[in-house]
């Protein structure tokens, strides 16, 4: 019998002046998943409100922006344990720069996607898989290789709150890029990047204007683009 995999697709860090946007591909096996009520379709493969059975230890499992750190953190090394698999990939800053953040993020998902699918199909060369994206944007998939054993897709809106495989990739990928931050605080101690996570809080503009901007900044998004034309104006005033 052919094998199906349900793969959830979420990102993090779309917002932010700072870093990489993180995405996660992710499967559960099928025997921990159960429809929900609200669910328009009964079929697991194609149902877009799917949780986690009862009695398991994820049951409780949803989207990572509703959970505390404390628990995102906990939950963490157990989605990892649980997953049959999954795929994280960072998209740069000078990629999002270059390709701007909607283009770059759909790239994420796709490569998270390729890689996920690659690591089930060494293993069941003939599996079939549906793609379970939240919001409300596919990634262009139909040039991977194994493409036609995609046998649905979906976007689904608010779908890190809706479906258990989407709500796993969300708490990978949130955990994955604070992480980051958190390690890059340490080498810029001056911009509070532990504490904004890279988004744009007060702090975090008047850290840009104090301090410069960094290597990693989005020079694209509006505040740091701003900055580089600021100081533009300044060396042209000195020029004079």
Known sequence: MTKHFIIGVDEVGRGPLLGDVVVCALIFDKAILSIKEDSLSTDL???????????????????????????????????EQTASAHQVV????????????????LLGMKQAVAGVMAQMLAQYPTATFSVMVDGNRLPVLFDLPNYQQITHEQA?????????????????????????????SKLYPDYGIEQHKGYPTAAHIQAIE???????????????????????????????
């Open 156 to 184: 689904i809106v608010k779908g890190d709150g809706k479906h258990a495989c989407i709500s796993g990739a969300s708490v990978i990928a949130k955990v994955t890029r604070d992480r980051d931050m958190v390690a890059l």
């Open 45 to 79: 493969p194609t149902a877009d409100s799917v949780g986690i059975s009862h009695n398991h230890a994820l049951s409780a499992l949803t989207d990572s922006k509703k959970l505390s750190e404390k628990k995102r953190e906990a939950l963490f090394s157990l989605i």
């Open 90 to 105: 960072k998209i740069s800053a000078s990629l999002i720069d270059q390709l701007n953040i909607l283009q770059a993020t």
């Open 210 to 240: 104090h301090y410069g901007i960094l290597p990693m900044h989005r020079k694209s998004f509006a505040p740091v683009k701003q900055r580089i034309l600021d100081k533009k104006g300044e060396h042209t005033v000195n020029i004079r």
